[in-house]
């Protein structure tokens, strides 16, 4: 049973920056989809970023893009997110989640195991 949990979450000005972590226990070996994802309110979960353990190959939705950073440290089992330039519209509760696979595609997995969320929120 995987167990996530995320931290990092906190309130920031337009422009600022902020890093998410997501220290995942239960994870056995580096055969996994990690993601991140948010949901703002009143609108539907996204995907933000995801990665490979193994294989790398890490991909953004385009908001982000050039924004974002999704990173990872094996040894400590952890997953972040380094969000910088963040905008009004970054606001949302955060997520990682995880779904193992040998496979890359990650931003096409259904991910079976989730955090509890960070709150991130960037006044204007």
């Known amino acids: 049973q995987v167990h996530l949990v995320e931290s990092g979450g906190g309130s920031v000005q337009a422009g600022g920056s902020l890093r998410l972590s997501c220290a995942a226990s239960?994870?056995?070996?580096?055969?996994?989809?990690m993601g991140w994802f948010r949901q703002a309110p009143g609108k539907e979960r996204e995907g933000v970023a995801y990665i490979h353990l193994s294989l790398g190959r890490p991909s953004y939705v385009d908001s982000v893009k050039d924004r974002f950073t999704i990173s990872q440290d094996n040894v400590e089992k952890t997953l972040y997110l380094q969000m910088n330039s963040l905008k009004p519209e970054d606001t949302a509760i955060y997520y990682c989640?995880?779904?193992?696979?040998?496979?890359?595609?990650?931003?096409?997995?259904?991910?079976?195991?989730w955090g509890q969320g960070t709150q991130v929120t960037v006044s204007s």
């Open positions: 989640a995880a779904h193992r696979t040998l496979f890359a595609g990650c931003s096409r997995r259904t991910y079976e195991d």
């Open positions: 239960g994870v056995t070996d580096s055969n996994y989809c």
